[in-house]
């Protein structure tokens, strides 16, 4: 199976901010890779898919980049609904696995 | 308009077989490229997938649960059925059922794009 490894686990920052969370996988998965939000007690909402489109109806300030084996959701200006976990998805090969997340806090 | 609901026993005894059924409307089973997949989420811990039935009936599943799932599907109903046999506390789970992003999107790739509500199941003596 493949493994993905989010990195940082935890995040804290203030709304404006920048932020970058990186997703690696242990093999090449071209740009087969999804970013999902999660807040609590709710279902993922799909974000992005093949690694930089963006799902409708998600805000421009989302975006991500990369392929192969490294990956990043960037998020340009935090916004207060935000805070949320995100997890990364692999669909390139069965079973499709997710990172264990990262949850993005307020500082 | 897309909707999914999973539906099932809220607790199962260890040993036991869960049935879960998740009922969608807005879209049908049998048209071309629409999938429907399983994932669960441990309270507390990230995502798992666990299996996922397309249009023709191709099924897949996670190895990891060593043969214990099945998936299938009823398109005049609308639902689609995840059974896992041999239920432990390790188990106990929110188990969500997802559509698969359209083929017009994501062509192969088994993106989802609406999930169902979830559905909180414990296993316990």
């Known amino acids: 199976d493949i493994q993905l490894t989010q990195s940082p686990s935890f995040l804290s920052a203030s709304v404006g901010d920048r932020v970058t969370i990186t997703c690696r996988a242990s093999q090449g998965i071209s740009s087969y890779l999804a970013w999902y939000q999660q807040k609590p007690g709710k279902a993922p909402n799909l974000l992005i898919y093949s690694a930089s489109t963006l799902q409708r109806g998600v805000p421009l300030r989302f975006s991500g980049s990369g392929s192969g084996t490294e990956f990043t959701l960037t998020i340009s200006s935090l916004q207060p609904e935000d805070f949320a976990t995100y997890y990364c998805q692999e669909v390139n090969s069965y079973p499709y696995t997710f990172g264990q997340g990262t949850k993005l806090e307020i500082k | 308009q897309i909707t999914l609901k999973e539906s099932g026993p809220t607790l199962v005894k260890p040993t036991q077989t869960l049935t879960l059924t998740c009922t969608f409307s807005g879209f049908s089973l049998s048209t071309s490229g629409v999938a429907v997949g399983w994932i669960r989420q441990p309270p507390g811990k990230a995502l798992e997938w666990l299996a996922l039935?397309?249009?023709?009936?191709?099924?897949r599943y996670n190895p990891s649960l060593r043969g214990r799932l099945t998936i299938t599907k009823d398109t005049s109903k609308n639902q689609v059925v995840l059974t896992m046999t041999n239920m432990d506390p390790v188990d106990t789970a929110t188990y969500y059922c997802a559509h698969r992003l359209s083929a017009a999107a994501a062509g192969q790739e088994d993106y989802f794009d609406y999930w169902g509500q979830g559905a909180l199941v414990t296993v316990s003596s």
């Open positions: 039935i397309y249009w023709d009936d191709d099924k």
